[in-house]
């Protein structure tokens, strides 16, 4: 038994076999020269990787006919179809045969070719195709290369494991068979990363930052992992099973016990109310949000919209899942976040470019006013959808009033071209700005004039003020709300809301960070969004509390001189 101690990023036990995923995203390509009599054998080569592919994609094909959705199993069909293709195969056999090189080096350097040329295509469909290229020809070559997996293992699950992974991208999370997968373990991320979100989002447990346990773990060994402290335990014995199944049922009874909660306003002792909302990724989510009490939807992140296989930026979808959250919250206030693109949540068919530090690149509102046609698609989705309920805009990663600006001009735009259409959608509607940048911070003032809200991505704002990557567990120990910096940017925000008369919110994890409340709500924050489940904790917390006390603990914290120090003053709080 050997036991492990990681970042706790989404509750839960989970005991079962673990699956330990290897994907090299890129495996060096090797690249020489060859005879002219060698090309028959390379080609011969070639011909056994194709048949091996086949074989993967065509099992792959019927498993999605029987289990997933008919757009699934379509992109397998078109897999099989590219395979098959005689006009790429005569390509392939061409460049051998004159460039003299190895088979894997001419169908990467082709293929490369030929998905820069679609990806350039205005098109959609297009630039969908050069995804499905590269993606077979990455399993023809992993074939050459003998690496034994690839991406699609992962909707091919064909039992419940516990995955075990170095790295995740949220792209590769979404595509996993998620009915088998009962628990995940990674070396890297954090709670904030992408990937945490998203395994809070499908309920599995998930312990992430484990430097070491892709590697330490072998496939089929029996993994125990519990997503509320962090442990995982490899080949756990008797005893450990049974002390942490016992605390697990503790867990579900205090949860249960929470649930009364749920029609109970969040109001401190003497009388301050804190609104309570949740953030959801997927729509299906907004059911459950109101399960644990949420008084509306503070953060949809819909840029998960845009990842899901073939759902690139429809304007009809995007109608469609927008209406459905409205539909679900009845008249409570919905926050579409526009398209946040980017950093982690990279969507091969809409970026196109490498960077070199893409936290620091063309992600979120960047992304989006340099391609005002898909933001306003975006816009116009969200303005019709909001015939059906109470919908806000937000806009991510604001930097500074002129990015605002342009938004909003953008959504002016988009309004104009509904009415032209003569589409029904929502005339005036809240349009808020995030605050996650510290130079939005800094200029929360002027910002605030050109805002009806502001919410606080802390995740972001502590990366960013901090200049700590949110997703790199080396890293982790530096990621500290309880920073002065961070607390004075908080504090700056929500007065300069306050000043203009405009509410504060935080949709980061900090909100649903139970040892966060008390200063939060000190800090003046009005309204908190957060993982559904977390709501009701919060909650509890809140209704025990007093304001004024709470307003004396955030002064003393915002004395404070380090880290050390804001610590010892919330501790010597909550005693
Ligand atoms: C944040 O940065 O705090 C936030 C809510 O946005 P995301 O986590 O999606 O970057
Ligand atoms: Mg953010």
């Not at 590697?215 to 450990?240: A, C, F, H, W, Y």
């Not at 005339?427 to 919410?455: H, N, R």
């Given at each position: 038994m050997k036991t492990f101690t990681g970042i706790p990023a989404s509750a839960g036990l989970a005991i079962g076999k673990a699956f330990v995923y290897h994907y090299d995203e890129t495996p060096d390509i090797p690249r020489y020269n060859i005879t002219e009599d060698e090309t028959a054998a390379e080609w011969e080569r070639l011909q056994k990787a194709v048949a091996q592919a086949e074989a993967e994609v065509r099992s792959l094909h019927e498993r999605a006919c029987r289990e997933m959705s008919r757009e699934q199993a379509d992109i397998f069909q078109t897999h099989l179809m590219m395979l098959e293709d005689i006009d790429f195969l005569d390509q392939i056999r061409d460049r051998l045969e004159k460039n003299l090189q190895n088979i894997e080096w001419v169908v990467s350097d082709l293929t490369r070719e030929v998905s820069q040329k679609l990806m350039a295509s205005p098109d959609p469909v297009f630039r969908e195709r050069a995804v499905d290229i590269a993606d077979v020809s990455s399993r023809v070559i992993n074939s050459l290369l003998h690496v034994a997996r690839s991406r699609f293992s992962l909707a091919g699950l064909e039992e419940d494991v516990i995955l075990a992974a170095h790295d995740l991208m949220p792209s590769e999370a979404l595509v996993m068979d998620k009915s088998h997968v009962k628990g995940l373990v990674m070396d890297m991320g954090s709670r904030t990363s992408h990937t945490a979100i998203l395994a809070r989002a499908f309920n599995i447990p998930a312990v992430l930052g484990l430097s070491v346990i892709s590697r330490e773990v072998k496939d089929g060994q029996t993994l125990m992992l519990n997503g509320s402290s962090g442990i995982v335990v490899v080949d756990p014995n008797r005893e450990t099973l049974v002390r942490e199944k016992t605390g697990e049922k503790k867990y579900r009874r205090r949860t249960d016990r929470l649930a009364a909660l749920r029609d109970l306003p969040a109001e401190t002792k003497d009388g301050r109310r804190v609104t309570l909302k949740a953030n959801i990724e997927f729509p299906e989510e907004a059911e459950r949000a109101l399960d644990y009490g949420a008084e509306g939807i503070g953060l949809y992140r819909s840029e998960f919209l845009y990842m899901m296989?073939?759902?690139?930026?429809?304007e009809e979808v995007q109608y469609e899942a927008y209406s459905r959250v409205l539909k679900a919250m009845g008249k409570l206030p919905v926050t579409i976040r526009t398209v946040d693109i980017?950093?982690?949540?990279?969507i091969p068919e809409l970026l196109t470019v490498s960077e070199k530090n893409p936290l620091l690149g063309w992600r979120a509102i960047r992304f989006s006013l340099a391609h005002p046609d898909l933001f306003k698609l975006q816009l116009r989705a969200i303005l019709r959808s909001g015939v059906h309920g109470n919908v806000r805009i937000m806009f991510p990663m604001i930097s500074g009033v002129e990015e605002m600006e342009q938004a909003l001009a953008l959504l002016d735009e988009a309004r104009r071209e509904c009415k032209k259409k003569k589409q029904p959608f929502a005339g005036t509607i809240e349009a808020g700005a995030m605050i996650e940048i510290p130079s939005a911070a800094m200029t929360a003032d002027i910002l605030a004039e050109k805002s009806d809200f502001f919410s606080l991505g802390t995740n972001d704002l502590v990366q960013y003020s901090l200049a700590v990557?949110?997703?790199?567990?080396?890293?982790?120990?530096?990621?500290?709300?309880?920073?002065p910096a961070v607390l004075r940017f908080l504090k700056r925000t929500i007065d300069a809301a306050h000043e203009k008369g405009i509410k504060a919110a935080i949709c980061g994890e900090l909100a649903g960070d139970p040892s966060a409340t008390a200063i939060l709500v000190g800090l003046g924050l009005d309204e908190l969004s957060m993982t559904a489940s977390s709501i009701p904790p919060v909650k509890q917390i809140i209704r025990g509390l007093s304001f004024e006390d709470c307003k004396v603990l955030a002064g003393k914290a915002l004395q404070a001189r380090s880290i050390a120090e804001v610590r010892a003053v919330m501790e010597t709080d909550s005693q």
């Amino acid at each position: 038994m050997k036991t492990f101690t990681g970042i706790p990023a989404s509750a839960g036990l989970a005991i079962g076999k673990a699956f330990v995923y290897h994907y090299d995203e890129t495996p060096d390509i090797p690249r020489y020269n060859i005879t002219e009599d060698e090309t028959a054998a390379e080609w011969e080569r070639l011909q056994k990787a194709v048949a091996q592919a086949e074989a993967e994609v065509r099992s792959l094909h019927e498993r999605a006919c029987r289990e997933m959705s008919r757009e699934q199993a379509d992109i397998f069909q078109t897999h099989l179809m590219m395979l098959e293709d005689i006009d790429f195969l005569d390509q392939i056999r061409d460049r051998l045969e004159k460039n003299l090189q190895n088979i894997e080096w001419v169908v990467s350097d082709l293929t490369r070719e030929v998905s820069q040329k679609l990806m350039a295509s205005p098109d959609p469909v297009f630039r969908e195709r050069a995804v499905d290229i590269a993606d077979v020809s990455s399993r023809v070559i992993n074939s050459l290369l003998h690496v034994a997996r690839s991406r699609f293992s992962l909707a091919g699950l064909e039992e419940d494991v516990i995955l075990a992974a170095h790295d995740l991208m949220p792209s590769e999370a979404l595509v996993m068979d998620k009915s088998h997968v009962k628990g995940l373990v990674m070396d890297m991320g954090s709670r904030t990363s992408h990937t945490a979100i998203l395994a809070r989002a499908f309920n599995i447990p998930a312990v992430l930052g484990l430097s070491v346990i892709s590697r330490e773990v072998k496939d089929g060994q029996t993994l125990m992992l519990n997503g509320s402290s962090g442990i995982v335990v490899v080949d756990p014995n008797r005893e450990t099973l049974v002390r942490e199944k016992t605390g697990e049922k503790k867990y579900r009874r205090r949860t249960d016990r929470l649930a009364a909660l749920r029609d109970l306003p969040a109001e401190t002792k003497d009388g301050r109310r804190v609104t309570l909302k949740a953030n959801i990724e997927f729509p299906e989510e907004a059911e459950r949000a109101l399960d644990y009490g949420a008084e509306g939807i503070g953060l949809y992140r819909s840029e998960f919209l845009y990842m899901m296989p073939r759902k690139a930026a429809e304007e009809e979808v995007q109608y469609e899942a927008y209406s459905r959250v409205l539909k679900a919250m009845g008249k409570l206030p919905v926050t579409i976040r526009t398209v946040d693109i980017g950093g982690d949540k990279v969507i091969p068919e809409l970026l196109t470019v490498s960077e070199k530090n893409p936290l620091l690149g063309w992600r979120a509102i960047r992304f989006s006013l340099a391609h005002p046609d898909l933001f306003k698609l975006q816009l116009r989705a969200i303005l019709r959808s909001g015939v059906h309920g109470n919908v806000r805009i937000m806009f991510p990663m604001i930097s500074g009033v002129e990015e605002m600006e342009q938004a909003l001009a953008l959504l002016d735009e988009a309004r104009r071209e509904c009415k032209k259409k003569k589409q029904p959608f929502a005339g005036t509607i809240e349009a808020g700005a995030m605050i996650e940048i510290p130079s939005a911070a800094m200029t929360a003032d002027i910002l605030a004039e050109k805002s009806d809200f502001f919410s606080l991505g802390t995740n972001d704002l502590v990366q960013y003020s901090l200049a700590v990557d949110r997703g790199n567990e080396k890293v982790n120990y530096l990621s500290e709300f309880r920073h002065p910096a961070v607390l004075r940017f908080l504090k700056r925000t929500i007065d300069a809301a306050h000043e203009k008369g405009i509410k504060a919110a935080i949709c980061g994890e900090l909100a649903g960070d139970p040892s966060a409340t008390a200063i939060l709500v000190g800090l003046g924050l009005d309204e908190l969004s957060m993982t559904a489940s977390s709501i009701p904790p919060v909650k509890q917390i809140i209704r025990g509390l007093s304001f004024e006390d709470c307003k004396v603990l955030a002064g003393k914290a915002l004395q404070a001189r380090s880290i050390a120090e804001v610590r010892a003053v919330m501790e010597t709080d909550s005693q």
